[in-house]
């Protein structure tokens, strides 16, 4: 419509956008940013799980929440915001083309962002310095983005001060005023229903109280655009597009009121041409600020952050702070440009990570089906990470419930960086299982109680996976927990050693470990017992497993395979493997069929049919299974070996902070039609 601005103010991501175009960013290159995003990897607050080294990602499989809780100086720590802003952060100097500028009038359009000081709740206006920071502590919701500290205060969203900064324009640099007000409006009492409700009300009534102050400020002449956003939240980002055509649709429907404030073509290309696009300096410097000591070398983050050639792109440099990140070592690499003598000089400023490098995570296992089989597993693992300056660290899980088990590790690579490390292990487990009758009924079950010494030397293949190759012995016990010991003597008092060496790969490509929408995943083991060192078995084992995803808009297909098995076993030793379970044969109940080599075909289609928000998990599914299974060898069920079993399931389901959970039906030949209830299952 032809209508200079003279003066932009904004609060949380109204600084976020007026801040960049207030800097000349034009608007089609700031909507192609935002199309390019990936805005729910940015607002997972962690990196692209295909770049995080495996070793960091080694424990996705196992169903722990999605929180870190650390030890540090005595006591137990937790991350002072849900989401890390390392990712959001970094996009954010992208955008500013890192302007860092003695006066924020001094760029194309006087900007001014607004937050709040968390100590006193005043409001902090952003006049000068890096437009980062400014943008950063005006978006810092308080819980789910980490705070800002800017000259001694702790910053967050300004939504709480002044949401709706009228004053930090009006009479300042423009006599009247166009808002566009995206708040939250106040619910009304019939509309409170739930707790949910009173806390967001609550929230919005703070807000609205200084809104209404601002409002206060308008005169006839100034407009007020509200677009209309039901259905739409705060942290809807990935919905970019249709909140821009619901914003575009409100100003049209003001076209009347606005075009007041027309000017003629000629006016108005004078004053855009001083939109001048914002250019990405060139780096004549990278340091990194801090001196060696405490919880990391900064001498190897400086040597990671030395480039070949005088000047460096920031991009580049960017991106290797990126890649530097993947590592877990710090909260944020955060860094400032100044100008210093006509240099560029970027200043890295690491921040250590919260809760230290001393850390747990706590998780659990829920199952149960229609034919009244439940169960549940609590998982806790600790993992002291730096214990020594090559990167070494000690790591132990424990479970308790269905799954029993404990297990320590250390883990030593050569040297700080080096691809080669060595592993020793130590760990008890008791791995239960049971016999069917024909009607699907339990007439006896076993416990297999397993002491594990391993010894391993291997690789690491950085952000692909891992090598080990080792020896290993095992200690079997198998006892008699529930059944009729007449017939099941000889299994009830089975003890065998097995004693030989093994070698194992893994390749982790997926982009998510419970919903992968795209990548692969490989995981493969062989190995031998050798009675040349007392092993009681002579055995050949194998368990391999591999996937691939692909996604086609909102559907996604995931096919999995996976054998597992003992050959040559040479012994009177028992060692079934087993197939059965939600989406492992759905239809028979978890590890009903049982025999000494097993394999299982699976193609699951899944569409995603809503998002979560990243606090709460990614998304809402629904999805079916086809399924075929295969059992040969010694086995102990009487389903015949040598065909393959069909089975399938429909399911609905959502990958929560809590893990995968699921709701689903299913049968298969020769089996039963099924209910689950899962969470956190290994599928």
Known sequence: MRIPVSCIAGTSAGALIGGIYANGLPLGEIEREFNSADWDQMLSGKPARPDIPYDRKRNDYKNYLDVSFGLKDGALRVPRSAINSQGIELYIHKLTRDRDIDDFD?????????????STGDAVVFKQGSLTRALRASMAVPGVFDLVEDDGRLLVDGAIARNVPVQDVKGRCAKQVIVVDVGTPLMKPEEIQTLFDVVAQSSNLAVMRNVQEQMRLLDKKDIVIRPDLTGYAATSFGDHRAIVARGED????????????????????????????????????????????????????????????????VGAARARLAEIFTSGEYDKLGYRVDNISGRNVMTVMPMERSIGQNYLHFGLNLSSDTP????????????????????????????IGHDKGIKTELYQ????GSPVFVAASFGY??????????????FATFKDNILETQLNTGLALGKYGEWRVGIYKQENRFTLAQGDPFDQDALASNQYRDIGVQS????????NPRWPRSGYYFNGKIGAGLPSLGSDVNQKFYDVTGELAHTYGDITARFTAKTKGSVDIRSEAFMPQSLGGFLNLTGYQSGELLASQVALARLMVYWRAASLPAVLGSGVYAGMSLEAGHLWGQTFTDQSSGRWIPA????????????????????????????????GVDY
């Open 504 to 511: 194992s790969l893994v390749v982790d490509q997926f982009d």
């Open 648 to 679: 399938g399931s429909v399911f609905l389901g959502a990958d929560t902070i809590l893990g995968p959970f699921f709701i689903g039906v299913g049968t298969a030949r020769g089996g039963q039609l099924t209910g689950y209830i899962y969470l």
């Open 429 to 442: 487990q008791q791995k239960p299982f049971q016999l069917f009758n024909d009607d699907h009924t339990v």
């Open 250 to 313: 409100a100003a049209r429907k003001m076209a009347k009121q606005l075009s007041a404030y027309s000017v003629s073509e000629e006016e108005y290309a004078a004053w855009k041409s001083k939109l001048q696009r914002p250019r990405y300096p060139v780096l004549d410097e990278v340091k990194v600020e801090g001196k060696d000591g405490g919880f990391t070398k900064l001498s190897a983050l400086r040597e990671s952050l030395a480039f070949p050639g005088r000047t460096v792109p």
């Open 106 to 118: 001094k760029l194309p359009i006087p900007f001014r962002a607004i937050a709040a000081d968390l």
């Open 413 to 416: 690579p050569l040297w700080r």
């Open 372 to 399: 009244g089989d439940s169960n549940f597993t609590l998982r806790a693992s600790h993992e002291w990470a730096s214990l020594n300056d090559a990167g070494g660290s000690w790591r132990n899980d424990v479970a």
